[in-house]
């Protein structure tokens, strides 16, 4: 698969795989405290940590098909966060992300984004489900997965910190609306 056959586009978005030239403004997003706050680890986020991603997301897209991709704005055409699919470790499952600048945050772009991606990979990658985690004091990834129809997975363990949420083929809606 080509880097232009992985290029997503959607009315106001333009999706493509991450690339070097990403690197240096990936390690800015991932920096910022609104961002920085709801990653899934502690760890500090260095140059050398985000190209191993990006590098990782190289190989899922030669192998899979998929993997991470830029998020820009048709618009403005800057980048504005990353949307994209990774396999879950130790699993064959499939988990869905994403990041948004905070300054364009609530304004649909993290959705439109994330039922593209999830058009591509049940439609183009014939997947069954795809699952997708979040931090419990996160209600805005939160109501972004259910608004793409992804239900939590059951039972949420009290004191847990991070929500599993999950799609299926058979129960998703296409193209799910704003």
Excluded at 40 to 67: C, E, W
Aim: charged fraction near 20%; proline fraction near 5%.
């Amino acid at each position: 698969m080509t880097r232009a056959e992985s290029i997503l586009e959607t009315p106001r978005l333009r999706l493509a795989p991450v690339t070097d030239g990403d690197i240096a403004a990936l390690v800015r997003h991932f920096s910022e405290p609104q961002i920085q706050r709801y990653l899934d680890d502690d760890l500090p986020v260095t140059y050398d940590r985000v190209n191993a991603i990006a590098t990782t997301s190289d190989r899922d897209f030669s192998a899979s098909k998929f993997g991470i991709w830029a998020m820009h704005s048709v618009e403005h055409a800057a980048a504005i966060g990353i949307c994209g699919l990774r396999s879950m470790a130790g699993s064959v499952a499939v988990e869905l992300l994403f990041s948004v600048r905070p300054r364009y945050a609530k304004q649909g772009y993290a959705f439109e984004a994330a039922a593209a991606v999830l058009d591509y990979g049940f439609e183009q990658l014939g997947f069954e489900q795809v699952f997708a985690v979040c931090e419990a004091n996160n209600p805005a990834a939160a109501s972004i997965l259910k608004r793409l129809g992804m239900q939590p997975v059951v039972p949420v363990r009290p004191g847990k910190t991070m929500i599993d949420f999950v799609i299926r083929r058979e129960t998703r809606s296409r193209g799910v609306t704003a």
